[in-house]
């Protein structure tokens, strides 16, 4: 098995860009790859009424993992679930292909701001996408991600949000407990080091 770290991948991604492929376009397919297995394999009941819709709670982070969810709360709105999706830090601050798919998203619904008081205050849910921060993360984050847990299906974009991508240590105090990770090419060394597989 194939492992990268972080800088292998995004040499990877660098080479992917470069035979034609638009950092755009890998982002829409990231988005509809974690749609799609996140769809599979969420316990969402299909024994809800049929005029309650799924809810689904997105949080994302200003980077391109931040990107990936504004994409999967676009195609699950289309889908019918009841979407809220929530940013780390301020909106003029998203750039690139990440501010991109915010337009695209305030299209169809609203932000909410995220920060550390708001986790517990996040509203019940059936599914909840992690896509905070992935493989670049470097630096201890103070947020209280452990608070996410047992609030319901939790599936993590790329990598769970506060796990080393390198080591599978957690950066700082807490890390997203996923129930599912969907990670893009190749799996990446923290996935299956140290406190990853957990």
């Not at 709670?57 to 200003?62: A, E, H, K």
Request: overall charge negative.
């Amino acid at each position: 098995m194939t492992l990268l770290t972080a800088a292998q991948m995004q040499h990877l991604e660098n080479c992917t860009f470069a035979r034609g492929v638009s950092s755009l376009e890998a982002m829409e397919r990231a988005g509809a790859a974690v749609v799609s297995q996140a769809l599979a394999k969420c316990p969402r009941s299909d024994t809800k009424p049929e005029d309650q819709s799924q809810r689904v709670v997105v949080l994302c982070g200003p980077g391109n993992n931040g990107g990936d969810g504004f994409v999967i709360a676009r195609l699950l709105k289309l889908k019918g679930w009841q979407v809220s999706v929530y940013l780390l830090g301020e909106a003029q601050k998203v750039a690139g292909d990440a501010q991109v798919n915010l337009e695209r998203w305030l299209e169809l619904g609203e932000v909410e701001t995220l920060c550390a008081h708001t986790f517990e205050h996040l509203p019940e849910t059936d599914l909840i996408i992690d896509a905070l921060f992935g493989t670049g993360l470097s630096r201890s984050v103070d947020l209280p991600l452990d608070a996410l847990s047992g609030m319901g299906f939790m599936v993590s974009v790329d990598l769970p949000s506060g796990l080393c991508s390198d080591s599978g240590r957690v950066i700082g105090t807490a890390c997203v407990r996923a129930d599912l990770t969907v990670t893009f090419d190749t799996a990446k060394r923290g996935h299956y080091l140290a406190q990853g597989p957990e």
